[in-house]
């Protein structure tokens, strides 16, 4: 068995929730393979809402396990408080949310870090969620970082301790700032008895183990990626690798086990924090796309930057990915558009090219148009792609046309079921 994969290809926030939740039942384990609680997942069914942060997008699908892999970051806090919202809504994670003994821990005193290195950084900071991602990923390459297996040995609160002196060592650097480190200490240590309370594993066998034993597998990416930290829109990026080689690092398989990978992209673009946007719309259209599309960040509630699809920008997340489906959603939000536009190619210093420059942050670009006539019309209780309207089949041939991937899923509103499935989605789906 292969594992196939979900991931953004844009700058984040593409509905990767959503698609993981629909396709969820095709599989045996959700998997998340980096980033941290600097994701926010949203879910819409049954009239309910939940945003994820760490927890896997599969939790509420029955008899299915969800692993927090080793190439995540997890904060003990904000595990702790996910975990009551779903004793809440009655799920019964318990059996089924793992967690990898190689996932790094995010610390109180990695938040202030990042707060205070953005602080620092004036008007050229990325607009970090400010969760402790970098600072924590920082410790994990420098090789200082405390893992989950680490919370049951003997010599913890000593690391634990070593830790945080260093972090406020490295802190006074910066500019004073006041904290309640006590405070978040004692709710961090309390939340760590939470993360106890579930099954630790060695992600790398669990999952190895699980393929020789035939499970499907599902790996769940988060944030975009024009937001890997090699790849993406450097040094306004997260500190992951959020491609689908973050799979094989995260996970711990090997590239031969990749299926499917299914990109998601929105059907325009968005971008939350600061860093290059090519077809960004700072005007009444972006204006319009927020308040249609709710652009409003899951997990810090910041007005997300809006602007139109970016052709240029997918066939190269396309490229980095190894993308064998596609799936279009916020589709909806177009319904009242009268025109949409969308980029074919990017004009830089006078010479037209279909490539990302190196220096995307400071170079000119001025993206080349075409215009698609809109559809005008609601999309509700369209469930087969044929009874689309025509308008709308026409933008989405021109786009799958010009990224030579077939689009597969078509989402026509945030609930789960607001899903047009074209072909078979995933295997067995
Ligand atoms: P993720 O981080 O990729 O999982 O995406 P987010 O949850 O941060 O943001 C996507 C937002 O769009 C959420 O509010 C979803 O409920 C919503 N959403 C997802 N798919 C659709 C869709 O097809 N149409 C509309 N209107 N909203 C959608
Ligand atoms: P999901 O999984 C959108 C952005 C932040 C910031 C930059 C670095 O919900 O799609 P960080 O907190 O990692 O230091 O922030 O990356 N960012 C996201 N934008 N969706 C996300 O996750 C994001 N996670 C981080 O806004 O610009
Ligand atoms: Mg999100």
Redesign the pocket.
């Known amino acids: 068995m292969a594992i196939d994969v979900i991931l953004?290809l844009q700058w984040?926030?593409?509905?990767?929730?959503?698609?993981?939740d629909y396709l969820a039942p095709s599989y045996d384990v959700v998997a998340r393979f980096q980033g941290g609680p600097n994701?926010?997942?949203?879910?819409?069914f049954d009239g309910k809402?939940f945003?994820?942060h760490t927890v896997p997008?599969g939790i509420f699908r029955p008899g299915l396990i969800n692993l927090v892999g080793n190439g995540v970051v997890i904060d003990p806090i904000t595990l702790a408080a996910e975990i009551r919202e779903l004793e809440k809504a009655g799920v019964d994670y318990k059996k089924r949310l793992l967690l990898a003994r190689k996932a790094h821990l995010i610390l109180p005193t990695h938040r202030y870090l990042d707060a205070a290195s953005e602080s620092a950084k004036g008007k050229a900071k990325i607009g970090s969620t400010l969760k402790g991602i970098g600072p924590t990923y920082m410790d994990k390459t420098g090789r200082n970082g405390l893992r989950v297996g680490d919370i049951s040995r003997g010599n913890f609160k000593e690391r634990y301790q070593a830790l945080k002196e260093k972090h406020l060592s490295l802190l006074e650097i910066y500019p004073p700032t006041s904290f309640a480190l006590e405070e978040e200490e004692q709710k961090w240590m309390e939340s760590l008895e939470v993360l106890r309370q579930l099954q630790q594993v060695d992600g790398e066998y669990y999952i190895n183990h699980a393929l020789r034993e035939s499970k499907r597998i599902l790996a769940e990416g988060?944030?975009?990626s024009m937001l890997d930290i090699d790849y993406g829109t450097y040094p306004f990026v997260t500190s992951s690798n959020t491609i689908t080689a973050g799979v094989c690092i995260g996970l711990g398989v090997s590239p031969g086990k990749i299926g499917e990978v299914i990109g998601?992209s929105?059907?325009y673009c968005t971008r939350v924090g600061s860093g290059p946007f090519p077809t960004e719309q700072d005007n009444a259209v972006g204006e319009r796309l927020r308040t249609?599309?709710?652009?409003?960040?899951?997990?810090t509630g910041r007005p997300r930057r809006c602007g139109w699809l970016d052709l240029p920008q997918l066939q190269y997340t396309i490229m980095l990915n190894g993308v064998t489906q596609l799936a279009i959603?916020?589709?909806?939000?177009l319904n009242a558009f009268e025109q949409i536009e969308v980029a074919t190619a990017y004009r830089i210093d006078g010479q037209t090219t279909q490539e990302l420059p190196y220096d995307i942050c400071d170079q000119l670009i001025a993206p080349a148009y075409e215009a698609h006539p809109g559809w005008q019309q609601s999309l509700d209780g369209v469930t087969a792609y044929e009874d689309l309207p025509g308008a709308a089949r026409e933008y989405l041939t021109a786009v799958e046309k010009a990224l030579g991937v077939p689009i597969t899923m078509?989402?026509?509103?945030?609930?789960r079921q607001?899903?047009i499935v074209k072909e078979r989605g995933a295997a067995g789906a």
């Open positions: 953004g984040g926030d593409e509905g990767k929730g959503k698609i993981v994701a926010g997942h949203t879910l819409k809402k945003v994820l997008s988060a944030q975009g998601i929105k059907a249609e599309g709710g652009e409003f960040g899951a997990t959603t916020k589709v909806d939000v078509v989402s026509t509103g945030p609930e607001k899903l």
